[in-house]
């Protein structure tokens, strides 16, 4: 035992990397029981690549550990996945994104927050009731929030993740597809759903002719197309020929707090 509540078994034949998972599992736990402060939300400007306009911003997790300091999200989602901790810390995510989106639609009123969405959430029954929930109590309009999934969630058509979108899209939510085409879902599988962005994975952002294949596929199924991970003009320039309405990457900011966002929406005059 290490007082504060926290509790570690360690036996001797645990290694470094057991050693350090276990405890990232009972320091997240802790800290998401008692609204440490150490769970954070970063926001990243989702812009047109034509004239680099802000139209929404992407809401991802931070956490600094107190024994390990900053970990990553792909490492500590994994780990929240794995002990049930990702419903709590998607509400959180999601609950801090939208009380910061209602400042921004002040200077903003049309601007869109998108929010991750783990596979794992989708298994339960209430989770779109949840997400209703939470928009009434922060007062913002459905259609400003976009949640984002992975490809393999589309593939049971008839599970509990494909009730929880409808329920979601039902309710007036977008629904984006992340790291399109790094999946394997099929273009029967997508058209079953009602989709409404797809992003495609950053992989692509070098390949006009892959990201030509994406945009021509999101007009089909009446989405949008997104690229992501763009750092360069040159990259800037293709998607701009290529008729991209939507873009995020640090050629443009990278994911950044609230308050440089609110900033940035005030020098382009709201
Ligand atoms: P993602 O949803 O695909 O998020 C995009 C990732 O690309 C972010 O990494 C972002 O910082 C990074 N990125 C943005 N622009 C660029 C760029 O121009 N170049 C490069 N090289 N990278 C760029 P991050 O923040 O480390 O997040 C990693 C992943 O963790 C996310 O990938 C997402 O799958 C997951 N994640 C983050 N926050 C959450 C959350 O609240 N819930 C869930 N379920 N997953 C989350
Ligand atoms: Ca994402
Ligand atoms: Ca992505
Ligand atoms: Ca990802």
């Given at each position: 035992a290490r007082g504060r509540g926290l509790v570690e078994v360690f036996d001797d034949s645990m290694g470094a990397v057991a050693e350090r998972r276990l405890h990232l599992e009972t320091q997240l736990r802790h800290?998401?029981?008692t609204g440490s402060g150490?769970?954070?939300v970063a926001f990243q400007p989702v812009v047109e690549p034509a004239g680099g306009r802000i139209v929404g911003v992407e809401a991802l997790a931070r956490w600094s550990c107190a024994r390990y300091g900053a970990v990553g999200p792909d490492e500590f989602i994994a780990v929240a996945e794995d002990a049930g901790l990702i419903h709590d810390l998607g509400r959180s995510v999601l609950r801090i994104a939208l009380e910061q989106s209602v400042w921004w639609h002040r200077l903003r009123p049309d601007l869109e927050v998108a929010v991750n969405v783990s596979p794992v959430q989708l298994h339960r029954a209430d989770l779109a009731d949840e997400v209703g929930h939470l928009l009434a109590r922060a007062g913002v309009s459905p259609q400003l929030l976009c949640l984002e999934v992975t490809e393999g969630v589309l593939l049971d058509p008839h599970g509990a993740s494909a009730a929880n979108l409808r329920a979601l899209h039902e309710l007036g939510v977008k629904l984006a597809v992340d790291d399109f085409g790094a999946g394997y879902s099929s273009l029967s599988q997508l058209r079953r759903f009602p989709l409404d962005v797809l992003k495609a994975d950053r992989s692509f952002v070098d390949d006009p002719p892959?990201?030509?294949?994406v945009a021509d596929l999101a007009t089909a199924l009446g989405a949008q197309a997104l690229a992501e991970g763009v750092e360069t003009p040159e990259q800037r320039r293709q998607l701009v020929e290529l008729g991209y309405a939507r873009a995020q990457g640090y050629l443009?900011?990278?994911p950044q707090p609230a308050d440089a966002?609110?900033?940035?929406l005030r020098a382009a005059g709201g």
């Open positions: 800290d998401l029981e150490a769970l954070t892959i990201l030509r294949a443009w900011a990278r966002v609110t900033e940035a």
